[in-house]
């Protein structure tokens, strides 16, 4: 019986060795885990209050795309581009979300831009996109992340 016991106790200390498993190193871990990230794509686009209560993600994403293009164009209406520039009807603007909700907009002008002031542009639309209502930034794993993306706006030709 003593050596049945003794025999137990050996057996129970050897076995250790074979449930011991190979730990993956933190390194490995983080780069196993960083290649599964797929970075161009956000879990959550930027939001405003009109299109919070949305859960589809890409209707909530369009939603958030024609608030903000009708608040660019709104802001635009009252000056005086499509009459300076008449052959102007459609402008590109490069919209960037920063993660603390502020945000930048850059005209974005074709290469053949000569028939036009793009500084002078470039300045009434810095005036003009001011004051904008708060935008939720987008989310990436559930932190807030930059995000850009670029809108066609139209301008009205005042009558």
């Known amino acids: 019986m003593k050596q049945f016991f ?3 106790v050996l057996l129970s200390i050897n076995s250790c060795q074979y449930f011991e498993k190979k730990v993956p190193s933190e390194k490995e871990l983080l ?3 960083l290649k599964s990230i797929n970075w161009k794509e956000v879990d959550e686009y930027p939001s405003v209050t009109n299109c919070d209560k949305i859960t589809d993600k890409k209707q909530r994403q369009q939603c958030f795309f024609e608030v903000m293009a009708q608040l660019i164009q709104q802001k635009l209406d009252i ?3 499509s009459i300076l520039y008449p052959q102007l009807d459609t402008i590109e603007v490069k919209v960037t979300v920063f993660p603390n ?3 930048k907009f850059e005209p974005q002008f074709p290469k053949d831009s ?3 002031d793009t500084i002078k542009i470039d300045s009434i639309l810095h005036a003009r996109l001011v004051d904008f209502p708060k935008i939720n930034p987008a989310l990436k794993r559930g932190l807030p992340v930059k995000t850009q993306f670029i809108l066609p706006v139209i301008l009205k030709a005042k009558d």
Do not use: G, H, P
Request: no cysteine.
């Open 6 to 8: 003794l025999f137990l």
């Open 31 to 33: 780069q196993k885990e």
């Open 79 to 81: 000056d005086t581009l």
């Open 101 to 103: 909700s502020t945000m």
């Open 114 to 116: 000569v028939a036009y």
